[in-house]
């Protein structure tokens, strides 16, 4: 399968935000990456429904809702509404996670959990089975813009080797300081979506850019 590119809108110009929901639009990529942060769960805050229901009607792709927030069950039927089509809890931020995982899934969006950078990927081995994706935090989140940090490619092998001996078709994605320069070097650990956030709003040619990230090759996978 080729690689998923999710743009995260986080590092749009929020003052022009309809003209860059339109680039995704008109672009290759296949889902916009919706950050939501809370202030509580991460050390920053984003936007909310005001932005994300409008947005969502504007949107040709799919939303790909990651959840950087406290209690996520309160709001996931209403991110649904919005038009969520994956939506993303922290595994840190949920004592009941199973449950959680399967109000998404009531909720008719697909389930995923992302973890930190601290989160061992065993931690998931228990809800492995219900899940469509695993989001691996490659930055601390909160913030775009941030350097990757190279230990998550050990994690992305040790949850490709997991998914593929149990044959499942869980999809892995990893978001936070990947650009042109590793795309790449995570595509072949076995990330199968990418999500980029300045990489693509602050290149010159933000749909090339995308254009280039979707074109990387696949052929070999380390595991
Ligand atoms: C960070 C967010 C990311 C962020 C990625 O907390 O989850 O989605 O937008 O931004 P870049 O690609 O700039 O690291
Ligand atoms: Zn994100």
């Not at 929020?14 to 990456?33: C, K, R, Y």
């Not at 993303?88 to 992302?114: D, N």
Request: contains cysteine; glycine residues 6%.
């Amino acid at each position: 399968m080729k690689q998923l590119i999710a743009p995260s809108l986080l590092a749009a110009d929020f003052t022009n935000l309809g003209a860059a929901v339109e680039m995704v639009n008109n672009s290759e990529a296949d889902w916009l990456h919706i950050d939501i942060m809370d202030g509580v769960f991460v050390p920053n805050i984003s936007y909310g429904f005001s932005v994300v229901e409008p947005v969502g009607k504007l949107s040709k792709k799919p939303l790909d809702v990651h959840l950087m927030i406290v209690n996520p069950e309160k709001y996931i039927e209403r991110f649904r509404d919005a038009g969520a089509e994956y939506i993303t809890v922290h595994y840190e931020a949920c004592p009941h996670l199973h449950s959680t995982i399967q109000q998404i899934k009531s909720s008719g969006a697909k389930a995923a959990v992302a973890i930190n950078p601290h989160t061992p990927v065993h931690l998931l081995y228990d809800v492995l089975e219900d899940l469509d994706m695993v989001l691996i935090m490659s930055v601390n989140p909160g913030f775009g813009g941030q350097k990757f940090i190279y230990r998550s490619l050990h994690k992305i092998r040790e949850l490709k080797h997991e998914i593929i001996n149990r044959n499942l078709a869980t999809l892995i994605e990893v978001d936070g300081g990947i650009g042109l320069q590793n795309a790449e070097t995570i595509i072949k650990a076995g990330a199968d979506a990418l999500v980029a956030g300045s990489s693509i709003f602050k290149a010159e040619n933000p749909s090339e850019t995308i254009h280039r990230l979707k074109s990387l090759g696949k052929d070999t996978i380390i595991v």
